[in-house]
């Protein structure tokens, strides 16, 4: 069975369904590459998905080691190349968790090198630059 299955749509919109579950959601090319920015671009869930990526992998240690991430949330800004190829240079992403200070510096730590090692981070060509910030 695929992942999941797309099609395309019309006027730079793609729709996209996940297989196993059935949701799905709408692509649009990014005002500044023709589209109408109306819903998240490709490259936009690229970067979204590092975000997503690591707070899941922090999610499954912290599960494992009883520590509440109640709270956490983070912010990605995605930097586009300015000459061809048009590809993602880099991808910022803040992690914040008002709960921090619930965690001992040991935990926290091992929280960090978890959101640095999970599978988008290490998927992603070494040549886009993550630029990775925590407060806590």
Same mark, same amino acid.
């Given at each position: 069975?695929? &992942? ?7 006027? *730079? ?5 996940? /297989? ?6 709408? &692509? ?12 998240? /671009? ?5 970067a979204a998905a590092l975000g997503?990526?690591?707070?899941? =992998? ?11 991430? $109640?709270? *956490?949330?983070?912010? =990605?800004t995605k930097h586009m190349s $300015?000459?061809? !190829? ?23 730590h091992k929280l960090k090198k978890?959101? *640095? ?5 290490? $998927? *992603?060509? !070494?040549? =886009?630059?993550?630029? =990775? $910030?925590?407060?806590?």
């Amino acid at each position: 069975m695929p &992942t999941s299955t797309g099609r395309y749509n019309e006027n *730079l919109r793609t729709e996209v369904r996940h /297989s196993r579950s059935g949701s799905s959601f709408v &692509t649009d090319a990014p005002v500044d590459n023709n589209g109408k920015g109306e819903a998240f /671009s490709p490259t936009d869930l690229v970067a979204a998905a590092l975000g997503s990526c690591m707070a899941t =992998i922090m999610g499954i240690w912290a599960e494992k080691n009883d520590v509440d991430l $109640s709270g *956490l949330h983070w912010e =990605i800004t995605k930097h586009m190349s $300015s000459n061809t !190829p048009r590809r993602i240079v880099a991808i910022d992403v803040h992690m914040e968790w008002p709960g921090a200070h619930t965690a001992t510096d040991e935990q926290k730590h091992k929280l960090k090198k978890a959101a *640095l090692t999970c599978p988008v981070a290490q $998927s *992603l060509h !070494p040549d =886009i630059q993550q630029n =990775i $910030s925590f407060n806590f």
